[in-house]
T-cell receptor
Framework: NAGVMQNPRHLVRRRGQEARLRCSPM?????VYWYRQLPEEGLKFMVY????????ESGMPKERFSAEFPKEGPSILRIQQVVRGDSAAYFC?????????????????FGAGSRLTVL | DAKTTQPNSMESNEEEPVHLPCNHS???????IHWYRQLPSQGPEYVIH???SNVNNRMASLAIAEDRKSSTLILHRATLRDAAVYYC?????????????FGTGTRLQVTL
């Protein structure tokens, strides 16, 4: 049972290019979350998606960032026109459907992360 | 999610027990207490969670105060591999599942 798979693990982009980060959730998981961790800083929530729906994007920068979780295939975090400040580790997590009447017991499984370096 | 307070860092000797405290005085009656940890250069990892009763699993134990305003994560025998940042997070049980909000956590150093 493979865990949450993220690729690429390392990505180097020049300023102005686009970065696409992919996340395949665990089998049976229908919820996906993206987090960003800047060097020497904490984990910051970006977006929460279910299949074909964005549920909470309160942590997404207003410009250049977008996320999707299509009916088929992995979730994609897309960063357009990257800048040096986008250099960070991007973590994806997935969780199963809500556990009946106990959504608070819902547990997230994280991937190993994608490390973006912008030159 | 309600706020938690943890010490910035703690140290432990290998093979000794470690008690990582967390204060959550504004916890609501429906909040679950979750612990995650992040080892260096890795993604966060679930450790344990509980609501009211103490909990044990293969990784750790969670002791929850009777008034639920604090909890303690217990690593029974720390190893060098337990060196990580440990996060105590409250997770709302009302409505739909939502994001986890990570604070600054406790950085645990384990020495020989």
């Amino acid at each position: 049972n493979a865990g949450v798979m993220q690729n690429p693990r390392h990505l180097v982009r020049r300023r102005g290019q686009e970065a696409r980060l992919r996340c395949s959730p665990m089998k049976g998981h229908s919820h996906v979350y993206w987090y960003r961790q800047l060097p020497e800083e904490g984990l910051k929530f970006m977006v929460y998606l279910q299949k074909e729906n964005i549920i909470d994007e309160s942590g997404m920068p207003k410009e250049r960032f977008s996320a999707e979780f299509p009916k088929e295939g992995p979730s994609i975090l897309r960063i357009q026109q990257v800048v040096r400040g986008d250099s960070a580790a991007y973590f994806c997590a997935s969780s199963p459907p809500l556990a009946g009447s106990r959504p608070g017991a819902n547990v997230l499984t994280f991937g190993a992360g994608s490390r973006l370096t912008v030159l | 999610d309600a706020k938690t307070t943890q010490p910035n860092s703690m140290e432990s000797n290998e093979e000794e027990p470690v008690h990582l405290p967390c204060n959550h005085s504004t916890i609501s009656g429906t909040d679950y207490i979750h612990w995650y940890r992040q080892l260096p250069s890795q993604g966060p990892e679930y450790v344990i969670h509980g609501l009211t009763s103490n909990v044990n699993n293969r990784m750790a134990s969670l002791a929850i105060a009777e008034d639920r305003k604090s909890s303690t994560l217990i690593l029974h025998r720390a190893t060098l591999r337990d060196a990580a940042v440990y996060y105590c997070i409250l997770r709302d049980n009302t409505g739909t599942a939502s994001k986890l909000t990570f604070g600054t956590g406790t950085r645990l150093q384990v020495t020989l």
